[in-house]
């Protein structure tokens, strides 16, 4: 049982001006607290002020300058994109590497695409041949950007595999 009917067990008519460690102590613990406090309302009306087409990551990333890009014919992976950049004679397409089923990263195998995740397989064409995935893989819209870089814009895509192609 406290010995005094305050919140700081302070005895009311003590005239020493110090402060005990006791009373320290708690005022310091309230203090935290109402930081505490302070700083998860400041964050949660910060994230107010930013529009929140500000998170929504950009649909659009560059190839690179299409001489460079169509130098060499062959298919790379890209990671970051997830995608699958193929170049043939001056020509440029990209195709997802995103599993039309739960979404894992497929990888290239001598008949296609094949998925880690829960075996679907796709033809070269990336048309489904098995397994779980209820689509085929899409090729991303290709253009020429104002910089004279290629962009790929990942919010237009077409399953049709020969109008894919980009004539850089
Ligand atoms: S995520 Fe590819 S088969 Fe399930």
């Known amino acids: 049982?406290?010995?005094?009917?305050?919140?700081?067990?302070?005895?009311?008519?003590?005239?020493?001006?110090?402060?005990?460690?006791r009373s320290f102590l708690a005022l310091m613990g309230v203090g935290a607290c109402l930081v505490g406090v302070g700083q998860m309302f400041g964050a949660s009306m910060l994230g107010y002020l930013y529009?929140?087409?500000?998170?929504?990551?950009?649909?659009?990333?560059?190839?690179g300058r299409p001489e460079e890009i169509t130098a060499?014919?062959?298919?790379?992976?890209?990671?970051?994109?997830?995608?699958?950049i193929e170049t043939k004679a001056g020509k440029v397409r990209v195709q997802t590497a995103v599993c039309t089923h739960l979404g894992c990263t497929i990888n290239p195998v001598e008949t296609g695409?094949?998925?880690?995740?829960?075996?679907?397989?796709?033809?070269?064409r990336g048309q489904v041949t098995g397994g779980p995935a209820p689509k085929d893989l899409v090729f991303f819209d290709i253009y020429k950007g104002a910089s004279g870089d290629l962009l790929v814009n990942k919010a237009k895509t077409t399953l049709d595999w020969e109008k894919a192609w980009y004539s850089a």
């Open 51 to 63: 529009p929140n087409a500000m998170k929504v990551p950009p649909s659009t990333f560059s190839l």
């Open 1 to 21: 049982m406290p010995k005094y009917r305050n919140s700081l067990n302070v005895d009311p008519d003590d005239r020493d001006p110090r402060i005990s460690r």
């Open 113 to 124: 695409y094949s998925c880690p995740c829960h075996g679907s397989t796709y033809n070269n």
């Open 72 to 84: 060499k014919d062959g298919k790379i992976f890209d990671p970051k994109q997830k995608v699958f």
